[in-house]
Nanobody
Framework: DVQLVESGGGSVQAGGSLRLSCAASGYAGSTYCMGWFRQAPGKEREGVATIKRDGTTKYADSVKGRFTISKDNAKNTLYLQMNSLKPEDTAMYYC??????????????????????WGQGTQVTVS
C-alpha cells in the first residue's frame, strides 16, 4: 500500500500563497497518477489538479492560472503551489494516488473512485 502524508497547509490572507507537499512511501513501483482534491465544509470533495508520471496535468477551472501541480519522481513527492488564494479556496486538501499500471492511459483525471490511496489531509484557510 502507498502511504501519503500531506504538509504545508495553513492560514493566509486572500491574495497570498501556500505550497502543499505530499510524500509517498511504502510502494516500490511507480505512482502513475497522483492528484490533489479538496473538500470545503458542507460541500462534496472535488478534484483540484492531477498529474501523470510523464508530467501531463489537469486542473479544475476554478484554479487554472493560480495553482500549479508538480511531482518529483525521484523523491516520490507531489506538490501544489497555490497563488492568488481566494476565500473560496478554503478547504481540507487531500493527496491521492493511483498506482495501477492502467492508470497511465486514463490519467490525468478527477475520478475519485480510481484513487485507492489517500492522505489524511491538510487544512487551508484563506481569509
Amino acid at each position: 500500500d502507498v502511504q501519503l502524508v500531506e504538509s504545508g497547509g495553513g492560514s493566509v490572507q486572500a491574495g497570498g500563497s501556500l505550497r502543499l507537499s505530499c510524500a509517498a512511501s511504502g510502494y516500490a513501483g511507480s505512482t502513475y497518477c497522483m492528484g490533489w482534491f479538496r473538500q470545503a465544509p458542507g460541500k462534496e470533495r472535488e478534484g483540484v489538479a492531477t498529474i501523470k508520471r510523464d508530467g501531463t496535468t489537469k486542473y479544475a477551472d476554478s484554479v487554472k492560472g493560480r495553482f500549479t501541480i508538480s511531482k518529483d519522481n525521484a523523491k516520490n513527492t507531489l506538490y501544489l503551489q497555490m497563488n492568488s488564494l481566494k476565500p473560496e479556496d478554503t478547504a481540507m486538501y487531500y493527496c491521492a494516488a493511483d498506482v495501477r499500471s492502467g492508470s497511465w492511459y486514463s490519467c490525468p483525471k478527477f475520478d475519485e473512485a480510481d484513487f485507492a490511496s489517500w492522505g489524511q489531509g491538510t487544512q487551508v484557510t484563506v481569509s
